[in-house]
């Protein structure tokens, strides 16, 4: 395997379905930052961006292993996560995840 075959880390979507509270940004905010402490991740920022008249919102903390989003679709109840990090964090990828 040459080196651009093997995987350089883990990329994860989640879907949810019949979800509620998916028009405030603002807990969503915490909860990013809480899962990337979680995993050992140094959050280098984070925005939030609310798309008003109950339109749903979407956000992404950024970290220095990769990311954590969420984008949500009130009309649908369907918000969608996402989480990447990348293997380079630590030895082997131990500790990346918990």
Known sequence: MDEFSSSLGLHLIAD????????DPFPAEETLRRAA??????????NM?????????TGMAL???SHISVHTWP?????????GR???CDKV??????
């Open 93 to 98: 990828g131990t500790g990346c995840w918990r």
């Open 86 to 88: 990348s293997w380079h």
């Open 37 to 46: 402490i979680a995993a050992n991740a140094q959050v280098l920022g984070i």
């Open 75 to 83: 009309e649908h109840g369907y918000p969608q996560l996402g989480s």
């Open 16 to 23: 949810f379905f019949d979800a509620s509270a998916l028009y």
């Open 63 to 65: 970290l220095a292993e």
């Open 49 to 57: 961006r609310d798309f008003g008249q109950r339109a749903g919102f």
